[in-house]
């Protein structure tokens, strides 16, 4: 191989990974508000499945992306209100009520999407109701310029709005939760309730805001799945990505930037595993493709064992509160 024979690999591969990393910030990221307000939330899966399953269905139905999007959105919602009625209202335990939640995503998409497509309980959607790749412009002009017109041409443009839009909410999000007032309220929440609620602020009604961002951020993270990245919804094609986005916000010590840079670490995995599958290791042979499509999995293992006790939790994260009388 050629150096720009692996140069252009080499692009092609981080290419793959900021697609692959795209539903893993968008799920880390509202993960990130939940916890922070002292809400356990694992049903980030269920959430993103279930996003999934209605921006397809609205999308192929009406023909329009945009209209997917907001059915992705407002399933997030409704399962986070779901949660929040559980675990907040009612003070039940945060990682039942979310394991509830991904059950019950995992079953009623295809159930559903097989009643009403009848499609073996998947939903294909038509390319003009899909969000599409955008050519940022002078991308085919730049291509001829070395190194910066190619990373420009190839890893810059290209990619569909929603990736666009994730890249700027990563410090849109940092800007939220460290420079407003909503962001220290949301904080002091996770970290001490009781003096929160002395000051006259509503504790319940923060984490419910809290959980409603979540929701949106997990519907454009499910929406991004089924009518952006791929053209329709199958069974569990979340394929544990929530559980990663919760392992990515553990090791990134709940903070927005070290959340993205895990997430791209535990994408780049991902996509390099898709090349190096069926490929012959010097020494070692073609290693099996099961343990190649583990590798993600496995490093979420090693990176937990090895840096979650380092990692300091909100305090008061799992906890319901309960007011004093």
Request: hydrophobic share 55%.
């Amino acid at each position: 191989m050629t150096a720009a024979d692996f140069f252009l690999q080499s692009l092609l591969l981080l290419d793959s990974t900021i697609r692959l990393a795209t539903p893993l910030v968008l799920a880390a990221l509202a993960g990130l508000f939940c916890e922070r307000s002292g809400v356990t939330d694992i049903a980030l899966e269920g959430k993103m499945l279930g996003a999934a399953f209605a921006a397809a269905a609205v999308a192929q139905t009406t023909g329009s992306a945009w209209a997917g999007l907001l059915a992705g959105i407002a399933f997030g919602w409704c399962l986070a209100v779901v949660h929040g009625f559980a675990s907040i209202t009612h003070k039940g335990d945060q990682v039942v009520s979310g394991m509830a939640l991904n059950v019950i995503a995992a079953g009623l998409g295809p159930t559903l999407a097989d009643a009403w497509f009848h499609q073996a309980g998947r939903i294909s959607v038509a390319d003009g109701a899909r969000f599409t790749p955008i050519e940022l412009p002078f991308a085919e002009a730049a291509r001829s310029v070395p190194v910066i017109g190619t990373i420009y041409a190839e890893i810059v443009s290209g990619h569909n709005v929603l990736v666009y839009a994730t890249a700027l909410a990563v410090p849109l999000v940092a800007w939220v939760v460290y420079r407003t007032r909503f962001g220290l309220r949301l904080r002091a929440v996770g970290e001490n309730p009781a003096a929160v609620d002395t000051a006259g602020i509503s504790v319940e009604g923060m984490r419910y805001r809290a959980l409603m961002v979540t929701g949106a951020l997990c519907g454009v993270a499910g929406a991004y799945l089924s009518i952006a990245q791929n053209a329709g919804f199958i069974r569990d094609m979340t394929a544990g990505r929530g559980y990663l986005a919760l392992a990515a916000l553990i090791f990134g010590k709940w903070r927005p930037v070290p959340t993205l840079l895990a997430c791209l670490l535990f994408a780049f995995t991902d996509a390099a595993q898709a090349r190096l599958q069926g490929a012959a290791l010097p020494g070692i042979g073609v290693v099996p493709v099961q343990l190649i499509q583990a590798l993600p999995y496995l490093l979420t293992i090693f990176l937990l064992a090895g840096f979650v006790g380092k990692a300091v939790a909100p305090k008061a994260i799992g906890i319901p509160y309960v007011k004093e009388r």
